[in-house]
């Protein structure tokens, strides 16, 4: 069965949107996977939250496929960003002998949220408009941003950090 027509345009359009933003977040996860080991995995966080939540937001504004396209691709960077810190982070602030509880947790919440978010996703485009989906993720990305910025130490908070954990158990 060979489908044609629009459909078959928009799925193939789609298809090469996802793969050049996850290309791009491939190398990015590496490259920003890198500076975190200098600048610290909490300030690439934080900046690569805080570009997703512009750039989702900038994604509910495109009027062509070209912008849509380069504003997925740059997101994707970010995502990748944020892959590499996340890990980097709870390596750090994790207690050696909880990593494979607390990326237990992390893996868990990761495959609700990929689960929870098209739901809702759907949700708000089926209420309001394709553009909602997009303010949806893009208020999610601040509020996250936001949290990790106001309540997760950095390299120096850690360690006393780790030290109450300890002290705790």
Same mark, same amino acid.
């Given at each position: 069965? &060979?489908?044609?027509?629009?459909?078959? &345009?928009?799925?193939?359009?789609?298809?090469?949107?996802?793969?050049?933003?996850?290309?791009?977040?491939?190398?990015?996860?590496i490259?920003?996977?890198?500076?975190?080991?200098?600048?610290g995995?909490?300030?690439?966080?934080i900046?690569?939250g805080s570009?997703?939540?512009?750039l989702?937001?900038?994604?509910?504004?495109?009027q062509?496929?070209?912008?849509?396209?380069?504003?997925?691709?740059?997101? *994707?960077?970010? #995502?990748g960003?944020?892959?590499?810190?996340?890990?980097?982070l709870?390596?750090?602030?994790?207690? &050696?002998?909880?990593?494979g509880a607390?990326?237990?947790?992390?893996?868990?919440?990761? !495959?609700?949220?990929? !689960?929870?978010?098209?739901? #809702?996703g759907?949700?708000?485009?089926?209420?309001?408009g394709?553009?909602?989906?997009?303010? *949806?993720? !893009?208020? #999610?990305?601040g509020?996250?941003?936001?949290?990790?910025?106001l309540m997760?130490p950095?390299?120096?908070?850690? &360690?006393?950090?780790?030290?109450s954990?300890?002290a705790?158990?």
């Open positions: 069965y &060979k489908r044609q027509g629009p459909d078959a &345009k928009v799925a193939s359009i789609t298809g090469t949107i996802t793969g050049l933003a996850s290309a791009t977040s491939a190398v990015s996860a490259v920003l996977g890198r500076v975190s080991d200098r600048v995995p909490r300030r690439i966080l900046a690569c570009a997703a939540c512009v989702y937001g900038l994604q509910s504004l495109a062509t496929t070209l912008q849509f396209t380069i504003l997925r691709v740059v997101n *994707g960077a970010a #995502m960003g944020i892959v590499a810190a996340t890990s980097a709870l390596a750090e602030l994790a207690p &050696k002998d909880r990593f607390v990326y237990g947790v992390n893996t868990s919440l990761t !495959a609700a949220a990929n !689960a929870i978010a098209p739901l #809702m759907a949700a708000l485009t089926a209420s309001w394709l553009s909602t989906a997009f303010l *949806g993720a !893009a208020a #999610m990305y509020l996250a941003t936001l949290v990790v910025a997760v950095g390299k120096a908070e850690s &360690k006393d950090l780790t030290e954990l300890d705790a158990s």
